[in-house]
């Protein structure tokens, strides 16, 4: 999926943004043009699988209410069996869930598309990728987590860009449909280098809710991973 033709995917964390004013931040990056975010990323923590307590479900109910961008669910929590298809009956375009907390990938992968969405699997940084890659055709994304999964605004992991590298010759290779997002510790300069290394969808909280116009950020971020995928070849 990441060809020459389709542009950077930018997904705003709304890990950064104001939770008194959800709906408002997610319309923050709601512009049109290259600054309209692709997917708006939800950051579910359940304090168990990660040390770090978010949202769930009745907030992203809302969040479907307040904005048309497509929500990109990624759910840090236990027993994503039991938890990720109601996110997906809900209406969430995207539900990824941790390789790292499930025996049975494939089969909540299976529960959630069947429930409507898009099938996620996100490995943390220390994961390897080669225990997944044969069962990668059951997910429409692979998030590569570039921090350690619980919180924002944390430094960017290069090593992880060797996986990175790994699944784009898999997927050509393979001729797979699969979209590679890259999550924690993007901005300006760490975008490049995941850009190069492959990414389609680019995961950004600090950078974008941080900055004075969210929706700028967005472009910026864009333009920047496109400028570096056209220079790699
Ligand atoms: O899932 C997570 C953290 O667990 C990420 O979505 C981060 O929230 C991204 O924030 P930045 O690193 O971009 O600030």
Redesign the pocket.
């Known amino acids: 999926m990441c060809d020459s033709g389709s542009a950077p995917m930018i997904a705003p964390?709304i890990?950064?943004a104001d939770f008194a004013n959800l709906g408002a931040e997610a319309e923050a990056v709601a512009g049109s043009g290259t600054n309209r975010a692709d997917w708006l990323?939800v950051?579910v923590?359940d304090a168990h699988f990660?040390p770090?307590l978010t949202l769930g479900l009745p907030v992203v109910e809302s969040l479907l209410k307040a904005t048309d961008i497509p929500l990109d669910c990624?759910l840090?929590i236990e027993d994503p069996g039991r938890w990720a298809p109601p996110y997906a009956e809900a209406g969430a375009y995207n539900v990824t869930f941790h390789a790292e907390a499930t025996d049975d990938p494939v089969a909540v992968a299976r529960d959630v598309r069947a429930a409507g969405a898009k099938a996620g699997l996100s490995i943390k940084p220390g994961t390897p990728l080669e225990p997944y890659l044969q069962i990668l055709r059951d997910f429409d994304t692979l998030l590569i987590?570039?921090?350690?999964?619980?919180?924002?605004?944390?430094q960017?992991i290069p090593e992880v860009l060797a996986k990175a590298r790994a699944i784009r010759k898999f997927i050509d290779s393979e001729d797979l449909r699969l979209l590679v997002e890259i999550?924690?510790?993007?901005?300006a300069d760490t975008i490049e280098q995941a850009a190069e290394a492959g990414i389609d969808c680019f995961?950004?909280?600090?950078?974008?809710y941080?900055a004075a116009d969210p929706g700028a950020a967005v472009g910026a971020l864009r333009a920047q991973a496109a400028a570096a995928r056209a220079s790699a070849g």
């Open positions: 964390s890990l950064s990323h950051d923590m990660v770090n990624h840090m987590m570039s921090v350690e999964p619980g919180f924002g605004g944390q960017f999550d924690g510790g993007i901005n995961v950004a909280g600090s950078a974008v941080g």
